[in-house]
């Protein structure tokens, strides 16, 4: 994926932590593109092109989706599992990036086949180390089975 610009879907209702995820990719130079969502209905509507998001160029496929679990509207564990039974979309890796520690939780999003469970650490520097090593593995080291021109959202 060298040389190719690499996009993040965050669905993250919390703005403070979204804005920490962006600043920490952006201080790090990891992250190419960033689309952030608020809540569970938006994120469906991105993935699907619905509503604001049918023009692909301003939506396009995401190369790694970061997933809180505690969502208005639909929650992250639904979000989950309609990814994964949707074929057209099923193969984006998807991190859960949550302060959730549930063991329940963390059984379920493994159960719907989610790529990683992260639980986001409370002090700043453990976070901002945590998203670097995130965004180095997804957005560097990483392959995936598409390219940005190839791929077809449904």
């Given amino acids: ?9 965050l669905i993250e209702d919390n703005a403070d932590h979204a804005e920490l995820v962006i600043r920490s990719f ?21 993935l699907f092109r619905q509503g604001n998001y049918t023009n692909p160029k301003a939506s396009p496929r995401p190369h790694v989706i970061l997933l809180d679990l505690r969502l208005p509207r639909i929650d992250g564990l639904e979000i989950l599992e309609t990814i ?5 979309i099923t193969n984006i890796p998807i991190v859960v990036l949550t302060t959730s520690q549930a063991e329940q939780d963390v059984a379920r999003a493994y159960s719907e086949h989610v790529n990683s469970y992260l639980v986001k650490p409370v002090d700043f520097d453990s976070f901002n180390r945590m998203m670097e090593d995130l965004g180095f593995y997804w957005l560097a080291w990483n392959h995936y089975p598409w390219s940005e021109t190839s791929s077809k959202l449904a």
Avoid: C, D, F
């Avoid at 994926?1 to 879907?9: P, R, S």
């Avoid at 190419?32 to 938006?42: A, D, Q």
């Fill in 1 to 9: 994926m060298k040389g190719e610009v690499l996009n993040i879907l």
């Fill in 26 to 46: 952006q201080e790090h130079r990891i992250a190419n593109r960033i689309y952030h969502v608020s809540h569970g209905e938006e994120a469906l509507q991105y």
């Fill in 84 to 88: 994964r039974s949707t074929p057209e």
